[in-house]
Structure formats: structure tokens, C-alpha cells
């Protein structure tokens, strides 16, 4: 079949803005409310000679499939990261968000398909809008490499904050002392260790087995939640053993990969039908772990649209506060448009549908991708 390309249209000085408060072009202004659908539109392509329907619309609210819920095996409990069962032993563990390079000199990486969540951020305004990946790992204990890690930046530590998450980076901009001094902010900088693998010492810092270990015993950090956890689960996920039917949800459309303008990676998501999951590529090629070949691959994709104030030299923050503001929700070969807000530096951020009703999302790992308000439009997603 025909690809068919296409493309959130967003007017910069109108009110009739998508169903979920998607951010109009480069405002960074977020709407105060969801909105009505006002369409789709598809761009034109050599093959294409007309505009086609995107989605049918659809009366019915996103349910579970009724094939579960499974028990949860004895010994276990669902991961408040991903919905799975994992040891009873991790439930109360934090977990680390490592900083990871994602410079083509710093592929291939380590460790990044056993992140539980994957976050995308571009890193700076120059040099094409790099990014950095940030990955939660709940059992860090089971790390054999990761990294290699690199600097945070100030986006970070508020995402960081909403799962009590240890920071492990090596070093920063200034710009992040204001954070180091918050008392939600946990972090190790440049305390892992040296792997000589012929590249710039900048790209050889990696975490071992043994690394956290002692970083937690020399910081006197909690290796458990600590007071400025949040009670209240992140995710709503889908009970285990069941799928929501993406297909039950209004303006639900086919999105078979979808294209972030984060220019010199190239970030993609593409989905895979053979394990239901988008591969996550950059640099024009799917993403492996150097040390197995293991893809970086998703049941969830969320992405949110930003807006972002300039520090100057390329360095920036995105301004993570906000209310219903829009982005995508995708899984299985499906997407929607979802608002999404986030009300404290620690709150969790919310995802929700036209009906502004929080979503359910499957089980299984998720990438987050934040962009930046000002390239929104370029937002391209895939039908096959």
C-alpha cells in the first residue's frame, strides 16, 4: 500500500487548535483547554493527488480488552514503571535516570534496551538540536554496562524528580547549581567507572557492577523512596494480561512510525509488527546495545510538545509546567491526540484524551519524547 505522510497543522494565531491543546507552531503560550478536533491534513506527495480521510471518528471510550487480567506470578508485583511483574524485593527500590551521550561518536551504547523508560530531549540549540537520552532502570542492581554517560542538563531533573529517581550524569552547565540545592535532587556525577574503548575520554564513562553500590553507601542517599516520592501511581496502565483497544477511542489513527525534528539525530520510531513494539532509530539506522545486539524498542511512545527559554551558548530549559498542553500518544500501530500537564517541579505528569479522561496505556516500556514547541509542526507521522 501507499505510504501516506502526514502532518499536525498548526495555525500560529488561531484558537482552532487540535483536539488536545497541541502548541501552535512556535508559540510556547499552552491553551487553557482540549479543544475540538479541527481536522487533519495530509501533505502532499508525488503519489498523493488529493487529501484522504485520516481517522473515522468514533463514539465509544478507549476500554481493556477483556482477554485478562492475569494473576500476578507469587513473589512479584507490577513495576510502577512499566505495569509488569518484576521481584517484590525492587518494590520499594528508586530508581537511577542515567544520563546517556547520544552523539554518534558515543554509539553504540550500553545497556539502553533494559531501561524501563527512555526519555529524549534535545541538549542544546546548536549543533542541530542534539539530543540526550535519559533511561530509568528500577533494577540497577542487574546493570552489567550502561552508558556511557554524560552532563544533565536543568529539563532533567523535574522528570527525574517525578519517579524520586537518582541522577547519575557526569557534571553540567551551571545552570544546574540551583538544582543540585533542591532537597528532592539525589545525584552521583562523574563517580563511574573508565572504559578504554578508543574514544574521547568524554565518551568512556560507563556504569558497572559495584558502581552504585558504592555510590550509595558514600552518599548516605536512601537506596528506597524517600519523602518526596509520590504516593500516587505515574502511569495508568492496562490491568496485566490485558490491551487497550486503541481502535475504541475517538480520532484514533494508524501510525506505523513517527518522525521527531531533532535534525542531527534523526530520532525515529517505527513500529515492528513481529513484537508489537516501535524500534527506536537515530542516524538513519535501528538502535542496538553494543554489547548484544538487543533492539531499543517500545510499547508506549508518548510525545510532548514544550516550549523552551534560552540560556544563551545553546544551553536551554523546557518549561515542564504546564496544563493541557498536546501531544501524541502511541502503541500498538495506533495513535491519538492527548493534552498533557504537569502542575509541580516533583508532580507527575499527566497524560489525558479528548474527553480529558487520564489514558490507560499497555504494560511494557516507554519512550517519552519532549519536543520542542517551536518545531512541533514538523511532527510527521506514517500510515502503511
Known sequence: MKKKIISIILAAALVTMS?????????????TAPQEVSGWETIPVETQAA??????????????????????????????????PISI?????????????NEKTALDHYGTAEADVVYELMNSTLND??????????????????GSIRSVRTSNFPLAGEWNAVICHDGGPFFIDQYLAKGYVNHFSGTFSRVNNGKPREFTEYILPGDLDKNFKNSGYSTTYNQYAN?????QFAAWG??????????????????????????????????????????????????DGEVLTFTN????GCPFESYGEGYMNYQL????????????????????????????????DKSGKEITINTGKTYIGIVPSDTWAEVKFNQN
Open 19 to 31: 483536539a488536545c491543546g497541541v502548541p501552535a507552531g512556535s508559540q510556547n503560550a499552552a491553551v
Open 51 to 84: 487529501q484522504e480521510e485520516v481517522a473515522e471518528t468514533v463514539e465509544t471510550t478507549a476500554e481493556e480488552t477483556v482477554s485478562g487480567p492475569l494473576e500476578v506470578p507469587a513473589g512479584m508485583y507490577l513495576s510502577e514503571l512499566t505495569g509488569e
Open 89 to 101: 524485593d525492587l518494590k520499594d527500590q528508586r530508581p537511577i535516570a542515567a544520563m546517556i551521550d
Open 129 to 146: 538540536r542534539v539530543t540526550r537520552l535519559m533511561v530509568l532502570v528500577k533494577d540497577w542492581e542487574s546493570i552489567e554496562q550502561l
Open 231 to 235: 504516593s500516587e501511581p505515574h502511569f
Open 242 to 291: 490485558t490491551e487497550v483497544d486503541m481502535e475504541a477511542i475517538a480520532d484514533c489513527f494508524d501510525a506505523t512510525s513517527v518522525s521527531l525534528p531533532f535534525y542531527h539525530n534523526g530520532s525515529k520510531l517505527i513500529y515492528n509488527e513481529e513484537t508489537e513494539t516501535y524500534d527506536y532509530y537515530d542516524y538513519g539506522a535501528v538502535h542496538k546495545d553494543a554489547e
Open 301 to 304: 511512545v508518548l510525545i510532548q
Open 321 to 352: 509546567q504546564q496544563t493541557n498542553y498536546g501531544g501524541f500518544y502511541l502503541t500498538k500501530g495506533k495513535a491519538i491526540q492527548v493534552s498533557w500537564s504537569k502542575t509541580s517541579e516533583t508532580g507527575i505528569t499527566r497524560y489525558y
